[in-house]
C-alpha cells in the first residue's frame, strides 16, 4: 500500500435536518479523475440502503456534487442531493422495503465515500469517506407522550418560550405511530401533534370522530399553544380525516389544512374500516370548508384514485378562493419530507384483513423526489402564511 | 408602550455547526421597525454564564439578518455575523479572571439565542423572550474517532479523521499551564488531520515521579503517530501555542528523530537554552521572573521575562537550520509573550541564514496572546497558574475583543490552508470558504 496522500471528501453541514441542503465536495484528486460517490445507509431494521454518481473531476482535481454532472449510476445530471433520494436497499436485499425513521431522536447515518472509477467500483476499498448526520429533531425541541383523555400520540414542542401555532398531524394507513414529520415540523416552529389513531378498535363512527375533535382540543387547549393558529396535516387517510374534521366538525374550528394524497370517497358517519372500500360516487361538499386548504397529490397515484377526486370538488362553486392545489406528473402516493427515499411498491399490512401485500404507490424516483422537495417548502411557506402572519382569506399559492 | 408582538420566528442555519462554522441568525414577521435585542446565552462546564447581546431593528418586511444587518450597540456592534459568540462574556456579577475552555469535546456547547422586544441591556433573566432556540457548537465532526494514547508513557489524546486514511499528522501543543487539552486537536481532525495532543508538562509521568518529561517523550509521540496504519508517516507537522512554540520548533531543528513536513507556532519565541531540556527551558524562564511588570489592575505582565532578544545564539533556536515550512502567528497587543519582537529576529536570522523562503508570519494589531480556534470569547486577562508557580496569578493576556476575534477568524482559516497545502500537497481548496 503506497503512503500517497488521499483525496479529500467533505460533507458541509456534516450535521443538518432532514430537509436540509448538504455540499458533498472532493478535492486532491488528479484531473480528469472517474470517480464513483456512494452513500450508504444502514436502516434502523439493519437493512443496508445505498446511492451512488459516477462523476470526472476537474482540472483542479475537483469534484463537486452540487456543481458537477453525474454521468450515472442511481442518478443522473446535476443532483446535489441525489445520494440521499436516489437510495435503495442494496442488491441481494429482502423486497418491498421502505425507510422510515422510527426513533427520531437520534439522527440517520449516511456514510459517502468516494472510489476510484466508475465500473465496478465497489469492489475497491474507498478513497475516503466521511459522515452525515440527518435529524428530524432541532436542539432543544422536546418530545412528549400523550395519553389523555382516550387519546394517544406524541407531541412535539419547539425551544423557546412560546406559545407557538400548532398542528395536528395524521398518517395514513399501514404503519404504527409515526413521529418524524411531527419532529421536523416542530423543528420549523409549530407543536406538531402525531396522532396514534388506526391501532385501536373504534366502535362507531360517532366514537371515532369524537376522538379526533378531542385530539384538536387537547392541541388547542395546551399552555404553549395559541388556540387560534391550530391547523390540520394529513397524508392519504389521515387527509381523509382532515377534510371530515374541517368540514363537519361543530365544535373544533381549524385555521388551515393541508391534505397530502388525498381521496374524497368518505362520507361523514362511516367509520374509517368502511371508508378503505370505494364507496359511492358521493363527493364531499365543498362548501362546508371555511378555512384556507392545500392539497397536494402526485399523479401518478396508484393507491388512491386522487386526481380525478380533486378534480370535480374545484368544479362545485363557492369557496374556491380557498383552495390551493399542487399536482405533482410522475410524483406517487407516499410524498413525504424531502431527500428520502422514494418507493413504488412496498409491503403492507391491509388494516381489515391483516393480510401482507404488497402495494404499488406509483411515481418514478427523479420526478416523485423534486415533489417532495417542491412540496415540502411549500407546504412550510403555506403554513407559515396562515399560522404565523395574520389571517388571509388568499389561499392560492 | 410596545404591545407585544405574537409569533416572532427566530432560526440559526446551521443549528448544529462545527466550533468553526459560520452560521446565519434570522429574525422574521417581526413588526417591521421594531426595536428589537438578540441575546446568546451560554453556560460553561463549569457553571458559569455567559451572555452576548446586539440591538437591532426590524426592517420593512419585519425581518433582521444578523450576517447583513448592523447592531447598534451591544456586547458587539456593527455587521457582525459571529458576534453572538465572540463577544460572549461572563455575566454581571460573576467572579473575576475567567476564560472559557471546552474540556469535554464530546458534547456539544450548547448555546440558547432569543429575541426580545425592545433594546434590553441588562436583568435578561427576568424578561420572557419573544422567541428563543438552541444551537449546538462541535468541536468534533461526526465520525472523527477519540483515542486516549498511553503507549510509551505518553499522556495523549488521538483524532482520528473519519474515512480510512491514510491521514497526514499532526502533534499538537498547548502551553505553559499544562493539562490535556482536546479541542484543537479534535477541530483539527474535522479538517482531516489525525492529531494527536499531548501533555507534556503533568503526564502521568510527571506526575507520579515529580520529574519533567525528556526530549524522548516527543519523539515517542511522533513515532506513535508516524507508525499508526492510518497516518501518512512522511506528512507531519507540529502546532504549538506559547511554551509550544519553544517545544516545536526545538523538535523541528534539533531533533533526528522528528523529521516535520511543517510547523505553526502561536504566540511564541525561539528564545531558549539550545540543547536545554524541558526542564531547563523553563528554568530558563523562571530565572528572569524577576522582570514581570504588573498594571495599574495588578495583571501580571510577562513579556518582558524573555527580552531584550539575546544574541547569544546559544540561546535561540537556531531557526537558520530549519528544513521544514514554518508559519508564525503574532499577537501584537501579546502581553505574556514577546512574539512580535521574537517574529522579527527569527525573520533576520532566516533571511541570514537563507531559508526565509520557508517562513510565513501573520502579524495582528490589537490581538493579545491566546490566538484560539474562532468564535469562542476573547479573555484579555485570566487567573492562570503554571507548573512552576502553584499559586494562581491574574495574568495579562492582552488584545481588544473586535480586533482579536478577527485575528482569530483569519488565522485559523489560514492555519487550516497552511496545513492542507504542506501535507494534502492541493491547490487553491475550496472547501474552507464556508468558513
Not at chain 1, 482535481?61 to 458537477?68: F, I, M, Q, R
Not at chain 2, 441591556?121 to 468534533?140: H, I, K, N, Q
Not at chain 2, 531533533?255 to 510547523?263: C, D, F, H, R, T
Not at chain 2, 531557526?319 to 499577537?331: D, I, K, N
Request: proline residues 7%.
Amino acid at each position: 500500500m503506497t503512503q500517497a496522500v488521499p483525496p479529500i471528501l467533505s460533507v458541509t453541514p456534516s450535521r443538518a435536518l432532514v430537509d436540509e441542503k448538504f455540499q458533498v465536495l472532493v478535492e486532491n484528486l488528479p484531473p480528469g479523475c472517474p470517480v464513483t460517490l456512494r452513500s450508504l445507509h444502514r436502516s434502523e431494521d439493519e437493512d443496508d440502503w445505498e446511492a451512488y454518481g459516477h462523476y470526472v473531476s476537474d482540472h483542479r482535481g475537483v469534484v463537486s456534487v452540487s456543481e458537477d454532472l453525474s454521468f450515472g449510476g442511481m442518478y443522473t445530471g446535476k443532483e446535489p442531493m441525489g445520494l440521499l433520494w436516489s437510495m435503495r436497499p442494496v442488491p441481494g436485499s429482502r423486497k418491498g422495503l421502505r425507510l422510515r425513521k422510527i426513533n427520531v431522536c437520534t439522527p440517520m447515518l449516511v456514510n459517502i465515500s468516494v472510489h476510484s472509477g466508475h465500473e465496478g467500483f465497489r469492489d475497491r476499498t474507498p478513497l475516503a469517506s466521511a459522515l452525515a448526520e440527518r435529524w428530524y429533531m432541532a436542539p432543544g425541541v422536546k418530545r412528549i407522550d400523550i395519553n389523555k383523555q382516550g387519546v394517544q400520540g406524541t407531541l412535539f414542542i419547539p425551544p423557546g418560550p412560546g406559545p407557538f401555532p400548532a398542528l395536528l398531524d395524521m398518517w395514513g394507513g399501514g404503519a404504527g405511530l409515526l413521529e418524524y414529520r411531527s419532529a421536523l415540523l416542530a423543528s420549523r416552529g409549530y407543536v406538531s401533534f402525531s396522532l396514534d389513531y388506526l391501532r385501536s378498535e373504534h366502535l362507531s363512527a360517532d366514537v371515532e370522530f369524537k376522538y379526533f375533535e378531542t385530539a384538536f382540543n387537547i392541541i388547542r387547549n395546551h399552555p404553549q399553544v395559541i388556540p387560534d393558529r391550530v391547523g390540520i396535516l394529513g397524508s392519504s387517510l389521515g387527509s381523509m380525516v382532515a377534510f371530515n374534521l374541517t368540514a363537519y366538525s361543530t365544535i373544533i374550528k381549524p385555521r388551515c389544512i393541508v391534505c397530502i394524497s388525498s381521496n374524497h370517497y368518505h362520507p361523514p358517519g362511516t367509520t374509517l374500516k368502511a371508508g378503505f372500500k370505494i364507496l359511492s360516487n358521493r363527493t364531499n361538499d365543498l362548501s362546508k370548508i371555511n378555512c384556507p386548504m392545500l392539497l397536494v397529490n402526485g399523479c401518478d397515484d396508484q393507491n388512491w384514485p386522487t386526481v380525478e377526486t380533486v378534480a370535480r370538488l374545484l368544479r362545485e362553486g363557492g369557496k374556491e378562493h380557498l383552495l390551493s392545489r399542487l399536482a405533482y406528473p410522475g410524483a406517487g402516493h407516499l410524498i413525504e419530507p424531502p431527500f428520502s427515499p422514494h418507493f413504488r411498491a412496498t409491503k403492507f399490512i391491509i388494516l381489515n384483513s391483516k393480510e401482507k401485500v404488497i402495494l404499488l404507490w406509483g411515481g418514478h424516483t427523479k420526478p416523485h423526489s423534486d415533489a417532495q422537495e417542491d412540496s415540502w417548502r411549500k407546504i412550510l411557506s403555506f403554513l407559515q402564511l396562515h399560522l404565523y402572519h395574520s389571517p388571509s382569506v388568499k389561499a392560492n399559492l | 408602550m410596545d404591545r407585544k408582538q405574537c409569533c416572532v420566528k427566530l432560526s440559526v442555519q446551521p443549528s448544529r455547526g462545527l466550533m468553526d462554522e459560520k452560521f446565519i441568525v434570522l429574525v422574521q414577521n417581526a413588526l417591521p421597525g421594531s426595536q428589537l435585542t438578540i441575546r446568546a446565552l451560554h453556560q460553561c462546564e463549569d457553571g458559569h454564564s455567559w451572555e452576548a447581546f446586539g440591538h437591532y431593528t426590524a426592517d420593512t418586511t419585519g425581518t433582521i439578518d444578523v450576517s447583513e444587518d448592523p447592531s447598534i450597540r451591544g456586547t458587539y456592534s456593527g455587521v457582525e455575523q459571529m458576534g453572538l459568540l465572540w463577544s460572549l462574556r461572563p455575566i454581571p456579577g460573576s467572579k473575576p479572571g475567567l476564560r472559557m475552555r471546552k474540556k469535554n469535546i464530546q458534547t456539544p456547547m450548547e448555546v440558547t439565542i432569543s429575541v426580545y422586544q425592545g433594546h434590553q441591556t441588562e436583568g435578561f433573566a427576568d424578561l420572557v423572550p419573544l422567541s428563543g432556540v438552541v444551537v449546538e457548537r462541535w468541536y468534533m465532526a461526526p465520525g472523527v474517532r477519540r483515542i486516549p494514547v498511553t503507549e510509551g508513557g505518553l499522556t495523549a489524546t488521538l483524532f482520528l479523521p473519519s474515512g480510512p486514511g491514510p491521514f497526514p499528522g499532526l502533534l499538537d501543543l498547548w502551553g505553559g499551564g499544562g493539562q490535556l487539552v482536546e479541542y484543537r486537536a479534535a477541530l483539527l481532525a474535522s479538517h482531516g488531520f489525525a492529531s494527536m495532543a499531548i501533555d507534556y508538562l503533568t503526564s502521568k509521568f510527571t506526575m507520579e515521579t515529580g520529574k519533567m518529561v525528556d526530549n524522548q517523550y516527543f519523539e515517542t509521540a511522533y513515532r506513535v503517530l508516524q507508525q499508526h496504519p492510518q497516518v501518512c508517516g512522511s506528512k507531519i507537522a507540529m502546532i504549538g501555542l506559547s511554551f509550544g512554540t519553544s517545544m516545536t520548533l526545538k523538535m523541528a531543528i534539533y531533533s533526528e528523530v522528528i523529521k516535520l513536513s511543517a510547523a505553526v507556532c502561536i504566540s511564541g519565541s525561539h528564545v531558549q537554552p539550545v540543547e536545554g531540556s524541558v526542564e531547563e527551558i523553563m528554568g530558563f524562564f523562571q530565572k528572569n521572573a524577576g522582570k514581570t511588570r504588573f498594571n495599574e489592575k495588578n495583571e501580571a505582565i510577562w513579556r518582558d521575562l524573555l527580552l531584550p532578544i539575546p544574541t547569544d545564539p546559544s540561546l535561540k533556536a537556531d531557526v537558520g537550520r530549519l528544513q521544514c515550512p514554518l508559519l508564525l502567528v503574532v499577537g501584537e497587543d501579546d502581553q505574556n509573550w514577546p512574539a512580535q519582537e521574537s517574529a522579527l529576529d527569527i525573520k533576520e536570522m532566516m533571511a541570514r541564514a537563507g531559508n526565509s523562503h520557508l517562513l510565513t508570519v501573520l502579524s495582528y494589531p490589537n490581538a493579545g496572546h491566546l490566538i484560539e480556534p474562532p468564535y469562542t470569547p476573547h479573555a484579555r486577562s485570566s487567573t492562570f497558574k503554571t507548573v512552576e508557580i502553584q499559586e494562581k496569578v491574574m495574568c495579562l493576556w492582552g488584545g481588544q475583543t473586535v480586533e482579536h476575534s478577527r485575528a482569530q477568524e483569519d488565522a485559523w482559516k489560514k492555519i487550516l490552508v497552511f496545513l492542507r497545502e504542506n501535507l494534502y500537497g492541493g491547490r487553491n481548496p475550496t472547501s474552507f470558504s464556508h468558513l
